[in-house]
């Protein structure tokens, strides 16, 4: 069993796919890298929000 | 038509093994990097113990199918997803692997990162059918 950190687990996940999605998305090298470092951003600290919201309700 | 029949050629390998339709087209690095993540999503999972679901009826009637997919939604989109990395996905059917670890913390982790990267394959083989009609670069 591996990675029982889950905080370390999604960001993982997230990295891949921004590398794959980036890559699909656009075309430019510069491009690449600024899109999948936003969305990186976006997946983690949105994850990271939400996962505080969801807290609201325990 | 010869145009069509590469797309498909395309479509058809970059399903069943992440990034080959790229390298069929001469997208070298850009099929390398589609296998090396996609593998390594499925690898990781399957370390964490996550499940690859299958269809759970006997045979492939459309009541079947629609039963299916009323029962168990969940299952139903699960196996759609699992079923976009082609190839393991044959394997996992043949060899059984890949049949989850429910006593594993990582369970639904595992399963998440099986389950994405069957999902990131179905549109990296549809971008290797759009290389191909010209449709991108």
Do not use: Q
């Given at each position: 069993m591996i990675f029982k950190s889950h905080l370390f687990s999604m960001i993982l996940y997230a990295a891949f796919v921004c590398v794959v999605l980036a890559l699909i998305r656009k075309d430019e090298r510069k491009a690449q890298?600024?899109?999948?470092?936003?969305?990186?951003?976006?997946?983690?600290?949105?994850?990271?929000?939400?996962?505080?919201?969801?807290?609201?309700?325990? | 038509m010869e145009t069509n029949t590469k797309a498909l050629q395309s479509l058809a390998l970059g399903w069943l093994i992440p990034g080959l339709g790229h390298v069929s087209l001469k997208k070298y690095w850009r099929g390398g990097i589609f296998f090396g993540c996609i593998t390594a999503m499925l690898i990781l999972g399957l370390f964490m113990g996550g499940k690859i679901y299958s269809y759970q009826e006997e045979g492939l009637h459309l009541k079947l199918i629609f039963k299916n997919m009323t029962e168990?939604?969940?299952?139903?989109?699960?196996?759609?997803?699992?079923?976009?990395?082609?190839?393991?996905?044959i394997l996992s059917k043949?060899?059984?692997?890949g049949l989850g670890n429910l006593k594993n913390t990582t369970f639904e982790f595992g399963t998440t990162y099986i389950a994405g990267a069957g999902l990131l394959n179905y549109l990296v083989a549809l971008d290797a059918f759009d290389i191909a009609l010209g449709k991108k670069k």
């Open positions: 890298i600024k899109y999948a470092l936003s969305l990186f951003v976006l997946m983690v600290f949105g994850a990271i929000i939400f996962g505080w919201f969801m807290y609201l309700f325990v | 168990n939604p969940l299952t139903f989109l699960a196996t759609l997803s699992d079923l976009g990395y082609g190839f393991i996905y043949l060899f059984s692997f």
